[in-house]
């Protein structure tokens, strides 16, 4: 991997948002419809399982799900829909091109706080970048509209980088300021992660969560709360270990080979032994060319996708195990939230940084890819 660039141009993360779903569906909750699903689905075949031409579906457990996971809630956007054993799918009702589209609602709320938290308006903004695993509609692009619903100048669009869409668009966003084209950018990464889950998968359907977060970027502090982006890195390489085949092309194949919704699907195991020591070593190659010793970090956010990834990418980074501040956990109550679930770990947890503080955001997921950021309190 090159290493890093250096530049006389100096950025900073000023702000952050959140936006949090009014519901929230335990475990508790989500296994009772799930089992129930089980059970219609079950005696609907009875002969054919009976036969042995189809396997009987296994129940889920709220234990079974925070071991695997640590997850134990998660945020959505509908829930009576997801609950719905002969549904299992959020009610999300389609809007007129008239109305504000969903994703653009979510943002909007998220961009605001953090345009509020960092000391600027929309007015100031020459750029925004809505990076998220996916996006509503194909186009008009998602960031074109939250640009518009925001009153915001300059250019928008849209990127998509799975779960490493907000570090892959911190860096664009940074790049931008670095060569002049911008002196404030919005990055907004809008998540309905229950949109394209599938909740008749006992595999899965526990690990997803609804969130908006963003974030701004500019070329100097506008707060004494804000952090120097010391340095970020990007590394990307393809894996079908997670996949999600939904598209355009879809309708054209008229076979109907495989499901007539292409969702998400991973093989877990594979993607836990192969990505956790290429985060690990992304990490500390990159703070070795900083001559960043890991004994100077204050905290690792990282991406919210399972605890026991976390928490050995901490002890490979750190030489140790991890103390709880030092690795902060958001996805007991969020689930996994794709792109945003570092940036919530930032957001709730950063205001403790004194000047000169040490950390690092980092995301990893599907491509693969992983993006970490170095970030040091001004």
């Known amino acids: 991997m090159p290493a890093a660039a250096t530049t006389t141009n100096e950025v900073y993360l000023t702000g952050t948002g959140l936006y949090t779903p009014p519901h929230s569906i335990s475990n508790e909750e989500l296994v009772e419809s799930f089992n129930h699903y089980v059970e219609l689905h079950n005696a609907a075949h009875a002969d054919a399982i009976a036969s042995g031409d189809m396997p009987a579906l296994q129940p889920s457990s709220a234990e079974f799900i925070e071991k695997a996971s ?27 091109n008239e109305e504000p589209s969903v994703m653009c609602e979510m943002a909007v709320t998220a961009s605001r706080d953090a345009l509020a938290a960092a000391g600027i308006t929309a007015s100031d903004l020459d750029a925004v970048i809505c990076a998220a695993s996916n996006m509503q509609r194909a186009y008009p692009a998602m960031a074109v509209e939250i640009q518009a619903a925001l009153s915001a100048p300059g250019f928008a669009f849209d990127m998509n980088v799975a779960c490493s869409s907000a570090t892959f668009g911190l860096q664009q966003a940074r790049d931008a300021i670095r060569s002049g084209s911008a002196k404030h950018v919005l990055v907004v990464n809008p998540e309905i992660c229950t949109g394209h889950l599938n909740f008749r998968d006992r595999d899965s359907h526990f690990i997803f969560g609804d969130v908006c977060t963003a974030m701004v970027l500019s070329d100097a502090p506008t707060t004494p709360n804000s952090f120097r982006v010391l340095d970020s890195r990007l590394q990307t390489m393809f894996s079908n270990n997670i996949r999600n085949n939904f598209g355009f ?24 032994k192969e990505v956790c020591p290429a985060v690990a070593t992304q990490i500390s190659d990159q703070l070795d060319a900083l ?11 990282l991406h919210q996708a399972n605890l026991n990834m976390n928490v050995l990418i901490a002890k490979r980074v750190l030489g140790r195990d991890a103390q709880a501040e030092e690795a902060p956990v958001i996805l007991d109550e969020y689930a996994n939230t794709s792109s945003a679930g570092s940036v919530i770990a930032f957001h709730k947890y950063h205001d403790d940084f004194e000047p000169g503080d040490l950390g690092v955001l980092c995301s990893f997921g599907a491509g693969y890819s992983i993006g970490s950021v170095v970030l040091e309190r001004c």
Do not use: C, H
């Open 291 to 301: 001559t960043i010793a890991t004994d100077s970090l204050k905290r690792l956010w």
């Open 70 to 96: 640590g997850i134990k809630a998660r945020y959505v956007i509908n829930k009576d829909g997801i609950l719905d054993p002969e549904r299992m799918t959020p009610r999300i009702a389609e809007r007129t």
């Open 249 to 272: 092309l879809n309708r054209a194949d008229e076979s109907g080979v495989g499901e007539p919704d292409k969702l998400f699907v991973q093989e877990g195991r594979k993607v836990f």
